[in-house]
């Protein structure tokens, strides 16, 4: 009779394997969603801080535009201009400096004074703007005026004669736009960049300091070509698995890399649990159902059988008058008690 509970025990626990078995295929199935659901976010989150960027270039390129077309840069009178640069550089933190550059990338016309020495003529934002003849986003760089880290805006201006005069610049104050990237709403575990076309970290949110100005880890660099949103779905660095969602600078804001990291472990983190709640329960459940079937089964089917092997000894004994002893009902055991006894 012990090998009838053990089968019996066997038997609830091959039926509770296809239970465990589906738990575990739409626990698969489930982190296939969340995978795509985690690299949608990652691209939402990248067009978000793109279309930020885009908005401060395209406020620069207004800018530029309204310095040079006042009168005091078209008809070339510094003292005016100086003026009017200092007011607007007074009015605007995002700005480290202002300036307008003559064709030789020397200085026409600062907020305030500058060494007549210094030139532009060697950096990409002034050289880039005179050959596209458009607005021009630069790169990570020193002023050399002002002497703090910034990246160039510049655009040309027109002349009233319809020519090219020289190049308006406006210096980004790249704490200023540390700060705008991290007021933007952003997942906890979620780490931004904004990298110039070199690679050169611009602006980063948590933990801006100490990474503002150093170049971006080689293997990563990847992110710099294309011309097209696009996500990465599993890159593993300093020991963390991310999800990242990237803007190359052939996309709009043009000259501006942006890039989100999504940690897995933390994206995944629901998944998990919920996985291991539904392992925890089905396993728990099992052992329950293992123990209710081994109390239950001694009680339930091995009496009963060993009452009527004992009775069927005794009538091959001789002894005629045994009966079962077992109650009669409509189970099967009472129908097999009842047939016992009359036999």
């Avoid at 009838?4 to 078995?21: E, G, H, K, Y």
């Avoid at 890039?259 to 998944?271: G, I, K, N, T």
């Avoid at 009669?328 to 129908?335: A, C, Y």
Wanted: charge should be neutral.
């Amino acid at each position: 009779m012990q090998g009838l509970v053990t089968r019996l025990l066997l038997l609830v626990s091959i039926a509770l394997l296809p239970v465990l078995a589906f738990e575990i295929y739409t626990e698969g199935d489930a982190r296939q969603v969340r995978q795509q659901l985690v690299e949608d976010e990652a691209l939402r989150l990248v067009r978000l801080i793109a279309s930020e960027q885009q908005r401060i270039a395209d406020s620069a390129e207004q800018v530029l535009d309204a310095i040079s077309s006042t009168p005091a840069v078209q008809d070339h009178r510094p003292e005016s201009c100086q003026r009017i640069l200092a007011n607007l550089l007074a009015r605007s933190p995002r700005y480290n400096n202002m300036a307008v550059l003559g064709l030789d990338g020397h200085f026409l016309c600062t907020p305030a004074l500058a060494d007549p020495a210094i030139s532009a003529a060697d950096r990409y934002h002034f050289r880039e703007a005179l050959r596209t003849g458009g607005f021009v986003i630069g790169e990570y760089a020193i002023g050399r005026d002002s002497g703090k880290p910034t990246i160039h805006m510049a655009k040309p201006f027109i002349d009233a004669n319809g020519r090219v005069a020289g190049v308006v610049v406006a210096a980004l104050n790249l704490d200023w736009l540390g700060r705008q990237l991290a007021r933007l709403a952003l997942p906890p575990e979620a780490v931004a960049v904004v990298i110039d076309r070199n690679g050169t970290i611009l602006a980063r949110t948590p933990d801006p300091q100490h990474l503002v100005g150093r170049p971006m880890p080689d293997e990563n660099r990847f992110a710099l070509q294309g011309s097209e949103v696009r996500v990465v779905p599993n890159l593993t660095q300093n020991g963390r698995d991310l999800i990242v969602g990237y803007s190359p600078p052939g996309t709009e804001p043009k000259g501006l890399l942006v890039a989100v990291a999504l940690d897995r472990a933390v994206s995944f983190a629901a998944v998990t649990q919920a996985n291991r709640t539904g392992v925890a329960l089905i396993v728990a459940g099992g052992l329950l159902a293992l123990l209710i079937t081994a109390l239950l089964g001694g009680r339930l089917i091995r009496r009963p059988v060993e009452r009527l092997l004992v009775v069927a000894d005794r009538w091959r004994a001789g002894d005629l008058t045994a009966r079962s002893g077992l109650r009669v009902d409509g189970s099967e055991f009472g129908r097999l008690a009842a047939a016992f006894d009359t036999m």
